[in-house]
């Protein structure tokens, strides 16, 4: 159980905003799914589902199902911390493994806006990454990032824009 607990702690689920994004995205399986079912009984020439050509429906079916693997890889979208600070979206790593976890320098929590910040050097050139995930999970994250470098400063300040 201890195992367990260690491997599930270094992902981070990626927050997204309803309106912007999960609902159109759940708009997006449906239709997917709905394409599918039509385009089956379309394939079984049913009396209410005419057949008008096999290759289009086969087309529209395997464009579906390529429709659902990307909606859902996006919505299970993480965070995954190894030797690397990752962004996950099923195999794809957005980030192209580029942010080491020993070149993080400190992670910063914004106390206004909420939202967690991590600095670190890529290429001796100093980057600020966001960090979108719940806020409930900021601590864990950083306890995360802490035990793979225990150098790493947390600092939770107000940050202004410019």
């Known amino acids: 159980m201890v195992i367990f607990n260690y ?18 995205v759940t708009i997006l ?17 049913l009396p209410n589902f005419p057949n008008a050509n096999v290759v289009m429906e086969i087309t ?33 790593d ?3 493994g580029k942010y080491k976890i020993d070149n993080i320098i400190k992670i910063v929590q914004s106390s206004d806006e909420n939202k967690l910040y991590v600095n670190v050097y890529v290429k001796d050139e100093p980057k600020i990454i966001l960090i979108n995930i719940r806020q409930k999970d900021f601590e864990d994250f950083v306890k995360c990032i ?17």
């Open 7 to 24: 491997i599930m702690k270094n992902k981070f689920r990626y927050k997204y905003d309803f309106l912007s994004f999960i609902l159109p």
């Open 29 to 45: 399986l449906i239709v997917c799914a709905i394409t599918i079912v039509i385009n089956v009984l379309k394939l079984f020439d």
């Open 94 to 96: 957005c980030m192209r």
């Open 146 to 162: 802490k035990n793979k470098n225990p150098k790493v400063l947390f600092d939770k300040t107000d940050i202004e824009e410019n």
């Open 60 to 92: 529209c079916i395997a464009v579906a199902l390529l429709g659902i693997t990307v909606a859902l890889c996006c919505l299970f979208g993480k965070y995954k911390i190894t030797d690397k600070l990752l962004l996950k979206f099923g195999p794809i």
